[in-house]
C-alpha cells in the first residue's frame, strides 16, 4: 500500500474563475486556489480538485451530487441564481425538474443541472428513514 498524504477527487474546466465564481457564489461551497486550480471544500476532511484544461469536454454522467435537506428550497436557490435545471425524456421529473422516488424510478428526490463547463451536477435528497 502507498502512504498518502492525502486524498481527493478532480474534475476539469475550461475556465477556472468562471468555475471559482460558480462554486463559491451560486452554491455557496468553500473555494480555494490552489495547484493552478481550485479546491473544493465539501466539510469532513472532503476535497475536490477542478483543474484548468482548456480542451475539455464534459462527461455525459453527474460528476458530483450534493446532498441536501431539502431539494424544493435547493431548487428554488438554484433557480434564483439563474441555475436552469436538465430534463431527461423518461425519467418523470415534475414540473420543477425534480425526479421524485416511484415504482419506475426508485431513490431519492434529484434534480441535476451543470456548472459553467457543462459538468453535470445534481442535488438530492435521500428517502426518509
Do not use: C
Request: hydrophobic share 40%; charged share 20%.
Amino acid at each position: 500500500m502507498i502512504e498518502t498524504t492525502r486524498i481527493f477527487s478532480g474534475f476539469a474546466v475550461p475556465d477556472v474563475p468562471a468555475a471559482k465564481a460558480f462554486y463559491a457564489d451560486t452554491l455557496g461551497l468553500g473555494v480555494t486556489e490552489e495547484m493552478g486550480g481550485l479546491v473544493l471544500d465539501l466539510g469532513d476532511d472532503h476535497h475536490i480538485f477542478v483543474y484548468p484544461k482548456p480542451d475539455h469536454v464534459p462527461a455525459t454522467y453527474t460528476i458530483l451530487n450534493l446532498e441536501v435537506a431539502d431539494i424544493d428550497a435547493a431548487v428554488t436557490s438554484l433557480e434564483a441564481s439563474g441555475v436552469q435545471l436538465l430534463r431527461y425524456d423518461g425519467f418523470g421529473q415534475d414540473e420543477r425538474g425534480i425526479q421524485r422516488p416511484s415504482g419506475e424510478h426508485p431513490g431519492p428526490n434529484i434534480a441535476w443541472f451543470t456548472d459553467p463547463a457543462g459538468n453535470i451536477l445534481s442535488v438530492l435528497q435521500p428517502p426518509a428513514e
